[in-house]
């Protein structure tokens, strides 16, 4: 049973537009929730985190949305840029483990 | 800002044999260190959780008698797949984890078995 669940598989979207990236979770216990921005051939980057205090938080043109009560949360990616395009995977920490998604990945059309 | 390196990036190896695999968090104090393997598709698999002063924790299906891990201090850390064949294939990534709960990776060593 997958603990962490990444949608869509896939995302296209124009420059300039907001992508949306959604995931979700099975286990309540989970309190830290990163997303990870991986190129080919790299390893994956921490690019934004939250807290289950929280239920937003923003850094720059990327924006977590955190709904506690249904165990979802979304990443946004605003004004996108070609640069952008990338594999996105959401985690869930309990105490030293990373439950992983199975990621998605965008493409940012110019 | 928070590094992690790992060396190599790279390394090819024959069936049967074993190779070495670094990781350092430069930058921060690690207080914990996870091994992990993501496949050709993606998908991550936790090898080992070692934390310093503490015994390290493996994985169902991954064993210290295959991946011995080292862990000296609190930013450095080596894993050495033994007896490699195809099945060890794939990126072997090591993230370290800062003081706020951060986790934060480094590049990765892909290992490609003959």
């Known amino acids: 049973q997958q603990q962490v669940r990444q949608s869509p598989q896939s995302l296209t979207v124009w420059e300039g537009e907001t992508a949306i990236l959604n995931c979700s979770y099975e286990?309540?216990?989970?309190?830290?929730f990163p997303w990870y921005q991986q190129f080919p051939g790299e390893g994956p980057a921490l690019l934004i985190s939250?807290?289950?205090v929280s239920d937003k938080k923003e850094d720059g043109r990327f924006t977590i949305f955190f709904n506690k009560r249904e165990k979802k949360l979304s990443l946004h990616i605003t004004d996108s840029q070609p640069g952008d395009s990338a594999t996105y995977f959401c985690?869930?920490?309990?105490?030293?483990?990373?439950?992983w998604g199975s990621g998605t990945k965008l493409i940012i059309k110019p | 800002g928070a590094l992690v390196y790992q060396y190599p990036r790279r390394t090819i190896c024959k069936s049967g044999t074993s190779m070495r695999m670094e990781c350092q968090a430069v930058?921060?104090?690690?207080?914990?260190v996870a091994w992990y393997r993501q496949s050709p598709q993606k998908t991550f698999e936790l090898i080992a959780l070692?934390?310093?002063?503490?015994?390290?924790?493996?994985e169902q299906n991954f064993t210290q008698e295959k991946f011995p891990i080292s862990h000296p201090n609190l930013s450095f850390s080596s894993m050495t797949v033994l007896n490699a064949y195809l099945e060890d294939r794939g990126l072997y990534l090591c993230?370290?984890?800062?003081?706020?709960?951060?986790?934060?990776f480094g590049p990765g060593t892909r290992l490609t078995v003959l």
């Open positions: 993230g370290a984890r800062g003081g706020q709960g951060e986790q934060y």
């Open positions: 985690a869930a920490s309990r105490n030293y483990q990373l439950i």
């Open positions: 939250i807290s289950s």
């Open positions: 930058g921060f104090q690690a207080t914990s």
């Open positions: 070692s934390t310093v002063n503490s015994a390290i924790k493996y």
């Open positions: 286990d309540s216990t989970f309190n830290y």
